[in-house]
Each structure stands twice: as structure tokens, then as C-alpha cells.
């Protein structure tokens, strides 16, 4: 269904101040966000942000303020450093984790939600591990992503747990598809071309046909001379 648009908005904020600087967005680029948001805006955005850029003469990398044409830029260089900085942990990308995850939307809602559960007896954590149950296993070394007003949000909605981790969610939602809006207003176009023409059609060829059916086919039979 059609994701509301201020509610990516919202998960978009969240994802920008919490998520970001861990989870990459490989598979979106920034023009993306013009589905929800102005092009100044989004120019903006991408301006404050840094991607590799061509090698100089030298062979060194370079850095350039990103475009709207560029890919949401990566949080880590690389595996190496990502895990370095994770504990040994990989944060997945998530730009198909709604996808990728048995349970979709609900496993990353609930996810976000059921830290602070007690832990059951049997399950012993090691140092920069943390349990969730709704995590497979149960244990999982990301730390509690949200708490309660742990951010504004611009249009002004309580930041609870539960209300960032909905808005997340539908934010992460819009990512697997972000053309979904785009492509279903073409789908409606198509539909209703596609009645139109099938009308002109049908009445045309009730038009052009009439002349064979209103006829009368009468036949006679023929006489041959007697020889």
C-alpha cells in the first residue's frame, strides 16, 4: 500500500540520526527522496555529505560533496572497518532488510522495541552483547537503538520508542521499493488508457459490423438448360 508520506519522512529523520552512521543505504540515491521530499532539500542534504571521487594524477583518492545522482554514501570504508568498529559485528545494509527478514516490517518493528526483556536463564552475554528475542538466537551485538526523546522530530510528533521505531519501519518499507507511488500511478494511467481504447474498439467494431448484420443472405437455386 501507499506509505505515508510524513511518516518516511519521520523514519527518515530517525534513520538519518540513529541508524546512519552504522547501516549503510547502498541501493538508494538521493534523488530518491524527491518522492517525499523538495529538490532543494535534497540538494542540500546531499551537499553536506562527502563520496569518493575520481583518483587525482597521482593516484590518490579524493573526496567530493555528493549530487543528487549519487548513492546515499556508506557509513564504513569497508568490512574491515565496519567490523573494527563493531565489535566484530557487521551491520547489514538496509535497504532490503524489510525483504530480506522473515516477519518483514514487524520482525525490524519489534525488533526495535523489545530490548530490556529479562534474560532467561541458559543465555549468558557476553561483554557488548545485548538480548532481544524477536533477534535470531537472541543475542545480537547492536545496543539499544532508540529511547524516548532521543530526538525532535520537525513536525513536531512525541518521539517515543514505539513511534520511531513505526516510522522507521515504514521508512525502511519505502526503501525496498522507492518508486512503489511512482510506479502505481503509472500502473493507473495504463489501466485507463487501456479501458479507453478497448471502449473505442468495441464501439467501432459494433459501428462497422452493423452493415453485415442487419443483410439478408438469401440464396437461390440455380437452373441448368435441359440438353
Known amino acids: 500500500s501507499t506509505q505515508s508520506t510524513w511518516a518516511v519522512r519521520r523514519g527518515k529523520e530517525v534513520y538519518e540520526q540513529v541508524f546512519a552512521p552504522c547501516h549503510s543505504l547502498n541501493f538508494v540515491k538521493f534523488r530518491n527522496f524527491e518522492a517525499f521530499m523538495s529538490k532543494d532539500e535534497v540538494k542540500r542534504w546531499a551537499a553536506s555529505l562527502e563520496v569518493p571521487d575520481t583518483p587525482d594524477e597521482q593516484g590518490n583518492a579524493q573526496v567530493r560533496p555528493a549530487k543528487r545522482m549519487d548513492f546515499v554514501p556508506k557509513p564504513y570504508r569497508n568490512e574491515q572497518e565496519a567490523r573494527y568498529n563493531n565489535s566484530g559485528a557487521l551491520p547489514p545494509d538496509l535497504t532490503l532488510i524489510t525483504a530480506g527478514r522473515h516477519g518483514g ?46 530526538l525532535e522530530y520537525e513536525d513536531g510528533t512525541e518521539a517515543s520508542v514505539p513511534q520511531m521505531a ?48 442487419t443483410k439478408r443472405v438469401a440464396f437461390r437455386a440455380l437452373r441448368y438448360a435441359a440438353k
Open 105 to 150: 516490517a514487524d520482525y525490524i518493528y519489534w525488533l526495535c522495541c523489545a530490548y530490556g526483556r529479562p534474560v532467561p536463564t541458559g543465555v549468558n552475554l557476553a561483554p557488548g552483547q545485548y538480548f532481544n528475542p524477536y533477534f535470531p538466537g537472541g543475542v545480537l551485538g547492536m545496543p539499544p537503538p532508540l529511547s524516548d526523546e532521543m
Open 166 to 213: 513505526k516510522d522507521v519501519t515504514t521508512f525502511l518499507v519505502w526503501c525496498q521499493c522507492p518508486a512503489f507511488d511512482e510506479r502505481k500511478l503509472v500502473g493507473y494511467k495504463w489501466l485507463a488508457t487501456t479501458g479507453l481504447m478497448l471502449a473505442t474498439i468495441m464501439y467501432y467494431n459494433r459501428f462497422n459490423s452493423a452493415q453485415f448484420r
